[in-house]
């Protein structure tokens, strides 16, 4: 694990704790939003956008830096406000969200949002987006990367396995996924539903290069961004990130029942305050 | 097999018309290559390039069938062969167009315009990414090869997407038209090729305006509205109605979507029917987008010919437009017995 003198842990625990108690406030103004696999990624948006990628929030379209597209797409109730905090938007605008002719919807539009570099919606897609971003930045002499965050369950999509084949056979050394390998799916546990185990394994026989670490420790999250080679080794880079769904609040870790809900009345106060006590170490699972 | 052998097989298939001989890759199997949209893609393309480092051009493993490679050949750092998979070719293109680039993606209509039509709507039409999707071998050229490469749904799929421009090429000189004009155009493109070996409609580069209709022939008994390969059965058809005393009206509508209303308000108007032409399902493609402006207008006859909403017998193609009745005997025979029972 590396530790990064630079980079205050305090900073970024606390922009995942703003990311996930704004998923909670945005999803009351919307009535129903996707919890807890915005929670599994709230660590690594974090680590992402505060201390690892190329951007400049006032100058959104500057053709060197780094892109992100988030192919999860419903995890964009997270990534809205990390957005706003950066400054590519006035924060006010995301009491709109999901409201009728609002930028700000379940899914994220480029067309809408500032600050996007691709819309997303219809899993499966990112990853070739990110196979295009990267020749384009080839083809053009520049060097930025393209980072791809992907559902584990939406790596069933065959789409996603023809983009894994081209990234390795194009060398696109700039591409790198970002697995959030929280295990659930909307109809139960990933291996019940569709197994992808050992999805490391796959990427590495594709020609990737793989790391897997903790993706809830941000320290070990910030390690693998410092990890990532140049990019100019030719080797598209995965990294499997473990998580669990739903972490932060208890009652929603690795639950069934909220990758969408709403929460209202005591229980919203009583997820906020937990949320604001920050998370708890993950409880070893007991033997049995 | 030996040249003699390829050319008999080719005559067999009805593909060509008494080829002759091989030639090097400026001809195919004997047929002047300026008279083959398919096969003047690639040159063309690669002629635009080389004044606007914008363009790029990618295809599924089909770099020899559709001629991307006379692209590949003078342009190989701007050429992206995807191997056999379209949906990630498709978004892909989207992904380099978000970054400046401006990519033409050609393969078989069928596998672009349905093996890809969410990646074209969602990735490309949507955020209004411009990608030009090029479907070669459209409609039913591709004969014997079955229903799984037949596209004749193309059109009705595609055209109801929003900000999606949808064009048939009518022959070679038309498809360089088409594509100089496509650089600049705004938001994503939808353009469908024949197999390449069409005849010509135009004898030089004509002057094409998207979503503006040609109009090729003046008459004033019957219009009719064809598209793609079907244009010039419709003149051949109209040449021999003139004889018969029937002035036909032949309109080359290239842009089906967004639709000419003008030129159809105009032939509702002016000639005494219409009559639309296409190589596709008659429902859901030009017959259908040219009725969806005829139920505005006062009533007209009206007769939509197309391919039979069903899935089409497999043969050699001439074989098939002949059974269809899309060649110009058959289109000429349709014509006049619409003409003969409306009037």
Same mark, same amino acid.
Request: charged share 25%; net charge negative; glycine share 10%.
């Given at each position: 694990?590396?530790?990064?003198?630079?980079?205050?842990?305090?900073?970024?625990?606390?922009?995942?704790?703003?990311?996930?108690t704004?998923?909670?406030?945005?999803?009351?103004?919307?009535?129903a939003?996707?919890?807890?696999?915005?929670?599994?990624?709230?660590?690594?948006?974090?680590?992402?956008?505060y201390?690892?990628?190329?951007?400049?929030?006032?100058?959104?379209?500057?053709?060197?830096?780094?892109?992100?597209?988030?192919?999860?797409?419903?995890?964009?109730?997270?990534? $809205?406000?990390?957005?706003?905090?950066?400054?590519? +938007?006035?924060?006010?605008?995301?009491?709109?969200?999901?409201?009728?002719?609002?930028?700000y919807g379940d899914?994220?539009d480029?067309?809408?949002?500032?600050?996007l570099? +691709?819309?997303?919606?219809?899993?499966?897609?990112?990853?070739?987006?990110?196979?295009?971003?990267?020749?384009?930045?080839?083809?053009?002499?520049?060097?930025?990367?393209?980072?791809?965050?992907? #559902? *584990?369950?939406?790596?069933?999509?065959?789409?996603?396995?023809?983009?894994?084949?081209?990234?390795?056979?194009?060398?696109?050394?700039?591409?790198?996924i970002?697995?959030?390998?929280? #295990?659930?799916?909307?109809?139960?546990?990933?291996?019940?539903?569709?197994?992808?185990?050992?999805?490391?394994?796959?990427?590495a026989?594709?020609?990737?290069?793989?790391?897997?670490?903790?993706?809830?420790?941000?320290?070990?999250?910030?390690?693998?961004?410092?990890?990532?080679?140049? #990019?100019?080794t #030719?080797?598209?880079?995965?990294? /499997?990130?473990?998580?669990?769904?739903?972490?932060?609040?208890?009652?929603?870790?690795?639950?069934?029942?909220w990758?969408?809900?709403?929460?209202?009345?005591?229980? $919203?106060?009583?997820?906020?305050?937990?949320?604001?006590?920050?998370?708890?170490?993950?409880?070893?699972?007991?033997?049995? | 097999?030996?040249?003699?052998?390829?050319?008999?097989?080719?005559?067999?298939?009805?593909?060509?018309?008494?080829?002759?001989?091989?030639?090097?890759h400026?001809?195919?199997?004997?047929?002047?290559?300026?008279?083959?949209?398919?096969?003047?893609l690639g040159?063309?393309?690669?002629?635009?390039?080389?004044?606007d480092?914008?363009?790029?051009?990618?295809?599924?493993?089909?770099?020899?069938?559709?001629?991307?490679n006379?692209?590949? *050949?003078?342009?190989?750092?701007?050429?992206?062969?995807?191997?056999?998979?379209?949906?990630?070719?498709?978004?892909?293109?989207?992904?380099?167009?978000?970054?400046?680039?401006?990519?033409?993606?050609?393969?078989?209509?069928?596998?672009?315009?349905?093996?890809?039509?969410?990646?074209?709507?969602?990735?490309?039409?949507?955020?209004?990414?411009?990608?030009?999707v090029?479907?070669t071998?459209?409609?039913?050229?591709?004969?014997?090869?079955?229903?799984?490469?037949?596209?004749?749904?193309?059109?009705?799929?595609?055209?109801?997407?929003a900000?999606?421009? &949808?064009i048939?090429?009518?022959?070679?000189n038309?498809?360089?038209?088409v594509?100089?004009?496509? &650089?600049?155009?705004?938001?994503?493109?939808?353009?469908?090729?024949?197999?390449?070996?069409?005849?010509?409609?135009?004898?030089?580069?004509?002057?094409?305006?998207?979503?503006?209709?040609?109009?090729?022939?003046?008459?004033?008994?019957?219009?009719?509205?064809?598209?793609?390969?079907?244009?010039?059965?419709?003149l051949?058809?109209?040449?021999v109605?003139?004889? *018969?005393?029937?002035? /036909?009206?032949?309109?080359?509508m290239?842009?089906?979507?967004?639709?000419d209303?003008?030129?159809?308000?105009?032939?509702?108007?002016?000639?005494?029917?219409?009559?639309?032409?296409?190589e596709?399902?008659?429902?859901g493609?030009?017959?259908?987008?040219?009725?969806?402006?005829? &139920?505005?207008?006062?009533?007209?006859?009206f007769?939509?010919?197309?391919?039979?909403?069903? $899935?089409?017998?497999?043969?050699?193609?001439?074989?098939l437009?002949?059974? $269809?009745r899309?060649?110009?005997?058959?289109?000429?025979?349709?014509a006049?017995?619409? /003409?003969?029972?409306?009037?």
């Amino acid at each position: 694990m590396t530790h990064r003198s630079n980079v205050n842990y305090a900073v970024l625990e606390d922009r995942a704790k703003f990311i996930r108690t704004e998923t909670v406030r945005l999803t009351r103004i919307a009535g129903a939003g996707h919890y807890s696999s915005t929670f599994s990624c709230a660590e690594i948006l974090a680590a992402l956008y505060y201390a690892q990628m190329r951007i400049e929030p006032s100058k959104p379209n500057w053709p060197d830096r780094d892109r992100f597209v988030m192919s999860k797409g419903h995890a964009a109730i997270g990534l $809205y406000p990390v957005l706003a905090d950066l400054g590519y +938007f006035d924060p006010s605008e995301l009491n709109t969200y999901t409201r009728l002719g609002s930028n700000y919807g379940d899914h994220p539009d480029m067309k809408k949002v500032r600050g996007l570099d +691709f819309s997303s919606g219809s899993l499966g897609h990112g990853l070739s987006v990110g196979v295009g971003m990267s020749l384009s930045g080839r083809l053009q002499g520049r060097d930025y990367r393209t980072y791809v965050m992907l #559902g *584990d369950g939406e790596i069933s999509e065959g789409q996603i396995w023809e983009a894994v084949i081209a990234a390795g056979h194009f060398q696109l050394g700039h591409l790198v996924i970002l697995l959030d390998r929280n #295990g659930l799916c909307i109809d139960g546990h990933t291996e019940d539903i569709m197994g992808i185990e050992p999805v490391h394994e796959r990427f590495a026989a594709f020609g990737w290069d793989v790391q897997r670490v903790d993706g809830h420790d941000l320290p070990s999250v910030m390690g693998a961004f410092d990890n990532l080679p140049a #990019g100019t080794t #030719g080797k598209p880079q995965a990294i /499997v990130f473990d998580t669990v769904k739903g972490r932060g609040v208890k009652r929603m870790e690795m639950s069934l029942d909220w990758h969408v809900g709403n929460l209202v009345g005591e229980d $919203y106060d009583d997820v906020m305050k937990e949320l604001e006590a920050g998370l708890m170490p993950i409880e070893p699972e007991p033997a049995e | 097999m030996t040249t003699e052998m390829q050319n008999e097989a080719e005559i067999f298939r009805g593909t060509t018309e008494g080829a002759t001989r091989f030639k090097d890759h400026r001809s195919v199997r004997g047929t002047p290559k300026q008279g083959m949209p398919a096969f003047v893609l690639g040159e063309e393309l690669a002629e635009m390039a080389k004044t606007d480092e914008r363009i790029v051009v990618a295809t599924a493993d089909l770099a020899s069938a559709n001629r991307t490679n006379d692209f590949r *050949d003078v342009h190989p750092e701007r050429f992206f062969d995807f191997g056999i998979a379209e949906k990630n070719m498709i978004t892909a293109a989207a992904g380099m167009a978000a970054c400046g680039l401006v990519p033409y993606v050609a393969t078989f209509a069928s596998f672009a315009a349905i093996l890809g039509a969410e990646q074209i709507r969602t990735d490309c039409a949507y955020p209004k990414m411009p990608v030009r999707v090029i479907g070669t071998h459209s409609g039913m050229s591709m004969g014997f090869y079955g229903s799984s490469h037949h596209a004749l749904e193309d059109l009705g799929m595609l055209r109801v997407m929003a900000d999606l421009t &949808v064009i048939c090429a009518t022959d070679a000189n038309h498809l360089r038209a088409v594509l100089r004009r496509s &650089v600049d155009h705004p938001g994503a493109m939808y353009i469908r090729l024949g197999r390449g070996r069409d005849p010509l409609v135009y004898d030089t580069i004509p002057d094409v305006e998207i979503g503006k209709a040609i109009r090729l022939r003046e008459g004033k008994d019957l219009t009719i509205i064809a598209t793609g390969s079907e244009v010039r059965a419709a003149l051949d058809a109209a040449e021999v109605l003139a004889a *018969d005393g029937t002035t /036909v009206r032949v309109v080359d509508m290239h842009t089906i979507s967004p639709l000419d209303r003008s030129e159809i308000e105009a032939a509702a108007r002016e000639t005494g029917a219409i009559m639309t032409v296409e190589e596709h399902n008659i429902t859901g493609g030009l017959g259908s987008a040219v009725a969806e402006v005829l &139920v505005d207008l006062p009533r007209l006859p009206f007769l939509k010919h197309g391919v039979p909403n069903r $899935y089409v017998e497999v043969g050699p193609p001439a074989a098939l437009y002949d059974k $269809y009745r899309l060649d110009a005997p058959g289109v000429t025979a349709v014509a006049r017995e619409f /003409v003969a029972t409306h009037g």
